[in-house]
T-cell receptor, first 112, second 111 residues
Framework: KAGVTQTPRYLIKTRGQQVTLSCSPI?????VSWYQQTPGQGLQFLFE???????NKGNFPGRFSGRQFSNSRSEMNVSTLELGDSALYLC???????????FGEGSWLTVV | DQQVKQNSPSLSVQEGRISILNCDYT??????FLWYKKYPAEGPTFLIS?????DKNEDGRFTVFLNKSAKHLSLHIVPSQPGDSAVYFC??????????FGKGTRLSVIA
């Protein structure tokens, strides 16, 4: 069974640009959540989607947004990038809301 | 305010000995707890979980203990192996709310 797939794995962007990250969940999983990991801050929850609806949202500014498609695939977007947005962005999927979640390998974003 | 705390940023253990990783939480409504392991440049991997109705769960070399009165859980790895060297995160949730993670403990198993 294929795991959670995230693309791209690595990317470098300039301040002020925007970025879109993609996530394909484990087959059959209906819930997708996104986390940001920065050094010393652990994993910070961004948002969670279930059946194309955002069910939970973390404490991040409106520059961070996401969506889920009918096939459960998800994207997250960060607009007007700031240096502090440099982080590992992790997508995770689960069969139901906030059950045991399974992570992808992450997308490393560097903002310069 | 951190709801899940891992107070030891790092831990070193000799190969073959027991590794004990600790986690404290403040929200008494948490009812589901998990441990994840993370290698560099990879996403976290689910290790083991425990429901609040239990106080112990085992899976091979890994055992999680939950002390609800102390709001404390621990992960025991016996025997520790060099391949166990990684960052370990504990996480907790209340009902269908998103998992809340600790900041992690880096385990080094020395051969």
């Amino acid at each position: 069974k294929a795991g959670v797939t995230q693309t791209p794995r690595y990317l470098i962007k300039t301040r002020g640009q925007q970025v879109t990250l993609s996530c394909s969940p484990i087959s059959g999983h209906r819930s997708v959540s996104w986390y940001q990991q920065t050094p010393g801050q652990g994993l910070q929850f961004l948002f969670e989607y279930f059946s194309e609806t955002q069910r939970n949202k973390g404490n991040f500014p409106g520059r961070f947004s996401g969506r889920q498609f009918s096939n459960s695939r998800s994207e997250m977007n960060v607009s007007t990038l700031e240096l502090g947005d440099s982080a590992l962005y992790l997508c995770a999927s689960s069969w139901d809301l906030s059950n045991t979640i399974y992570f992808g390998e992450g997308s490393w974003l560097t903002v310069v | 305010d951190q709801q899940v705390k891992q107070n030891s940023p790092s831990l070193s253990v000799q190969e073959g000995r027991i590794s004990i990783l600790n986690c404290d939480y403040t929200n008494s409504m948490f009812d589901y707890f998990l441990w994840y392991k993370k290698y560099p440049a990879e996403g976290p991997t689910f290790l083991i979980s425990i429901s609040s109705i239990k106080d112990k769960n085992e899976d091979g070399r890994f055992t999680v203990f939950l002390n609800k009165s102390a709001k404390h859980l621990s992960l025991h790895i016996v025997p520790s192996q060099p391949g166990d060297s990684a960052v370990y995160f504990c996480a907790a949730s209340e009902g269908n709310t998103p998992l809340v993670f600790g900041k992690g403990t880096r385990l080094s198993v020395i051969a």
